[in-house]
């Protein structure tokens, strides 16, 4: 009850750069009805002419498409003023080329804005946790299961060294999985990571199955394009999913 009370009184702090004034302001209240606490800018250089806001800020959202500095790069020059916060790419080009560049900058999510409120309040509230436990965890903190390098500071995934690009409900599938390497684990299981214990999905209540295949068969074919030879995710029909035996114990 005391950890309610605290989170009801310290929202969730987020800096907004969207050069779509329509859309920065509708974003922008709809976030604060849900109780978040929004500083918009127009532009990049905005942010970058107010970094001391990022003091006492909990996550940065970024447009991609901003003008004069794009969203990637101001992500750069962000990391470069030693402004280290949790960065979500909130954007209307949502292409896979995009969004692995955002990965490999160290943003932790990317989001097309088609997906509407709902998803973004859920992994905005995901990306600030993970800022959060990003502070009382060393740095170089780490799970290794084989060839798997997991990094909860950044929720990171790396195979064979690579990032793989997986967003952020993807990197805790991983980390369930490989967490429990060895044991299959439900589709409902699975599926509380994914979303939270209890979560109704469609189809009387069955849709959950459909989305955690889904979700799996993405993690794969992003391994895959590091590994044409991954296959450490195994399935059991009605059953679930597990990642493979270890032979490298889970450090």
Same mark, same amino acid.
């Given at each position: ?35 978040? =606490? ?16 990022? =003091?006492? &800020? ?7 498409? !901003? $003008? ?7 992500? @750069? ?16 080009? &949502?292409?896979? *080329?995009? #969004? @692995?560049?955002?990965?490999? @900058?160290? *943003? ?11 998803? !973004?309040?859920?992994?905005?509230? !995901? &990306? =600030? ?7 009382? !965890? ?12 997991? @990094? $909860?500071?950044?929720?990171? =995934? ?11 409900? #993807? ?6 999985? *490989?967490?429990? &390497? ?45 590994? $044409?030879?991954?296959? #450490?995710?195994?399935?059991?029909? *009605? ?13």
């Amino acid at each position: 009850m005391l950890i309610s009370l605290t989170l009801k009184t310290n929202p969730i702090r987020v800096l907004f750069v969207e050069d779509d004034e329509d859309y920065r302001a509708t974003v922008g209240d709809a976030l604060s009805e849900h109780g978040f =606490a929004v500083h918009s800018f127009a532009d990049g250089d905005s942010l970058l002419g107010s970094l001391d806001t990022a =003091a006492d &800020a909990d996550v940065i959202v970024l447009d991609w498409g !901003l $003008p004069k500095i794009s969203g990637i790069d101001l992500l @750069r020059q962000l990391r470069r003023h030693g402004v280290n916060l949790p960065v979500v790419f909130l954007t209307g080009h &949502a292409l896979i *080329a995009h #969004e @692995r560049e955002a990965f490999a @900058r160290g *943003a932790v999510d990317f989001i097309d804005k088609s997906r509407g409120l709902e998803v !973004l309040v859920r992994r905005l509230r !995901l &990306a =600030a946790e993970t800022g959060k436990a990003g502070s009382d !965890l060393r740095p170089e903190e780490r799970l290794v299961c084989g060839k798997l390098i997991l @990094r $909860p500071t950044v929720h990171r =995934a790396y195979w064979k060294e690579v990032d793989v690009g997986l967003t952020l409900g #993807e990197y805790d599938t991983v980390h369930l999985l *490989a967490s429990n &390497a060895g044991r299959y684990l439900t589709y409902r299981a699975i599926y509380d990571r994914m979303r939270y214990r209890g979560f109704v999905a469609g189809l009387e209540g069955q849709g959950y199955r459909i989305n955690v295949r889904s979700s799996i068969r993405r993690i794969r074919r992003k391994f895959c394009k590091l590994d $044409p030879t991954f296959s #450490e995710i195994e399935t059991a029909a *009605a059953v679930g999913y597990r990642w493979r035996e270890l032979t490298v114990p889970l450090a």
